[in-house]
């Protein structure tokens, strides 16, 4: 049970969220006058090959059934998906946006480039 707030886990949606902006900061900058120039940052990254195959499992084929033409309409075939990601994300980085591959995009984009 979550005291703060009175309620489990099990009854939050992924739109909810628990500290309500309180820990987010968009400067670096605000972050340093707050905490300190002798803070130390770090970031935790998922290997990128180990992401890839988990989110290719969960959202190319065990959410097949759930999303129309997902995953580039690949139908299971992973060199086409690969592919097709590859092609998306270089034009979504370029700002030639491809009208349909959000939903992909922001699984699979990587979390450094």
Same mark, same amino acid.
């Given at each position: 049970?979550?005291?703060? +707030?009175?309620?489990?886990?099990?009854?939050?949606?992924?739109? /909810? #969220?628990?500290?309500? $902006?309180?820990? &987010?900061?968009?400067?670096?900058?605000?972050?340093? /006058? /707050?905490?300190?120039?002798?803070?130390?940052?770090?970031?935790? +990254?998922?290997?990128? !090959?180990?992401?890839? &195959?988990?989110?290719?499992?969960?959202?190319? &084929?065990? #959410?097949?059934? !759930?999303?129309?033409?997902?995953?580039?309409?690949?139908?299971?075939? !992973?060199?086409?998906?690969?592919?097709?990601?590859?092609?998306?994300?270089?034009?979504?980085?370029?700002?030639? $946006? &491809?009208?349909?591959?959000?939903?992909?995009?922001? $699984?699979?984009?990587?979390?450094?480039?």
């Amino acid at each position: 049970m979550l005291k703060a +707030v009175s309620r489990s886990t099990a009854s939050f949606t992924f739109m /909810e #969220e628990f500290c309500k $902006h309180r820990h &987010i900061r968009k400067n670096l900058d605000k972050i340093y /006058e /707050e905490l300190g120039q002798e803070t130390n940052l770090f970031a935790i +990254v998922r290997d990128p !090959f180990d992401r890839l &195959i988990s989110g290719y499992v969960d959202k190319c &084929i065990k #959410e097949s059934h !759930f999303t129309k033409n997902n995953c580039y309409n690949c139908t299971g075939n !992973f060199s086409c998906f690969v592919g097709n990601l590859h092609l998306s994300l270089q034009q979504r980085f370029a700002h030639k $946006h &491809i009208k349909g591959t959000f939903y992909n995009d922001r $699984h699979f984009a990587p979390q450094t480039w």
